[in-house]
């Protein structure tokens, strides 16, 4: 039913309008700029940035709320459904958003799994933990190097749970991701370089046990990494490097799950 409520587990308020318009300046949304608010709740997020002069798009799974940001947003495309599954636009578009904390994350992968998605920028609320986690340098983790293949991440600010209604058991943060613009790794190449990540992150042994020990040495050398390193002490810079020397050197096809499989092919 159009009108159903879901429920609001997980659902925090922002309470300060001039917090959510301070998060907009924050962001650098222009007039005419096209941004999403996913998870707008009652609209605060959604109110600053027509303000601002975007083009807003707000996005919200319950139906009454949803509802009503329609009665009250005249100039707002209202889309009653589940940021985690709807067409995202395909033209340039930025997330400015409170997200749901039991989503967070798979709305955060829905913006930037895909290099294909044209978003320029995320400015997404969520829990603390999570923002660490993706912000990170070290250790790095799988997701994060390779969303940061094609983004700039990072902890934009801490925001305490006393901003919210009602307030969370934890503190949150904005979690930032900026369009590089240069990639690390060419889009068209994100599923060699998603497998060679897996690779690496699929164990706790050194990488050198995984990939092409002779390769491994070198780059070690010439990147600052320790030769007997996990994959984990590499950052995206240093994994976007790997992957190129691999891939130029047509060494990623005797890679496989285990690890590299061929004796005869180049160190």
């Given at each position: 039913m159009a009108g159903a409520r879901v429920s609001t587990r997980g659902r925090h308020a922002?309470?300060?309008?001039?917090?959510?318009?301070?998060?907009?300046?924050?962001?650098?949304?222009?007039?005419?700029?096209?941004?999403?608010?996913?998870?707008?709740?009652?609209?605060?997020?959604?109110?600053a940035l027509l303000d601002a002069g975007a083009r807003v798009v707000a996005v919200e799974l319950d139906g009454a709320l949803a509802a009503a940001l329609r009665r009250r947003f005249e100039d707002v495309r209202v889309i009653h459904g589940d940021a985690t599954r709807i067409a995202l636009p395909r033209?340039?578009?930025?997330?400015?958003?409170?997200?749901?904390?039991?989503?967070?994350?798979?709305?955060?992968?829905?913006?930037?799994?895909?290099?294909?998605?044209?978003?320029?920028?995320?400015?997404?609320?969520?829990?603390?933990?999570l923002a660490e986690k993706r912000a990170r340098v070290w250790p790095s983790t799988q997701l994060s190097c390779?969303?940061?293949?094609?983004?700039?991440?990072?902890?934009?600010?801490?925001?305490?749970?006393?901003?919210?209604?009602?307030?969370?058991?934890?503190?949150?943060?904005v979690f930032r991701a900026v369009r590089r613009a240069q990639p690390l790794v060419p889009p068209a190449e994100a599923a060699a370089y998603l497998r060679l990540l897996r690779l690496g992150f699929g164990s706790d042994a050194p990488i050198r046990r995984r990939l092409p020990r002779g390769?491994?040495?070198?780059?070690?050398?010439?990147?600052?990494?320790?030769?007997?390193?996990?994959?984990?002490?590499?950052?995206?810079?240093?994994?976007?490097?790997?992957f190129t020397v691999l891939a130029q050197a047509n060494i990623l096809r005797h890679c496989r799950r285990g690890g590299y499989t061929s004796r005869t092919a180049p160190e």
């Open positions: 922002l309470r300060s309008r001039a917090l959510a318009d301070d998060l907009i300046r924050c962001a650098r949304v222009e007039p005419g700029d096209l941004v999403l608010d996913l998870g707008a709740g009652r609209g605060i997020i959604t109110a033209e340039p578009f930025a997330v400015v958003a409170n997200l749901p904390f039991a989503s967070g994350t798979a709305i955060l992968r829905r913006l930037l799994d895909d290099p294909a998605v044209p978003v320029r920028r995320v400015d997404a609320i969520v829990e603390w933990g390779y969303w940061g293949a094609w983004h700039e991440l990072s902890v934009a600010r801490r925001i305490p749970r006393t901003a919210f209604a009602p307030p969370p058991s934890v503190d949150t943060a390769v491994v040495h070198r780059l070690a050398h010439e990147l600052g990494f320790a030769p007997d390193a996990a994959a984990r002490d590499l950052d995206v810079s240093q994994w976007a490097a790997v």
